[in-house]
């Protein structure tokens, strides 16, 4: 039974995650990898810094967006 309640569990947390993808959830985790790998001298945004600038960039620039 126990096994049962595992697998049922690990398949909500890959539906979380992937739903996280789609809504954009994991943009900032992935901005601090790109900012990494990409080797920027600066220090990264915080996350504040990031969704605040990530918004202001939607906002000047309205693409495609559902809402």
Do not use: S
């Not at 739903?19 to 943009?27: F, K, S």
């Amino acid at each position: 039974m126990n096994a049962g309640i595992a697998a049922v569990a690990h398949g909500f947390r890959g539906v979380a995650r992937y739903l996280g993808g789609v809504m954009g959830a994991d943009a900032y985790a992935k901005y601090l990898e790109h900012h990494h790998a990409a080797g920027h001298a600066e220090p990264p945004l915080t996350e504040r810094e990031f969704w605040r600038d990530r918004t202001d960039r939607q906002d000047r620039n309205p693409q495609g967006r559902c809402c």
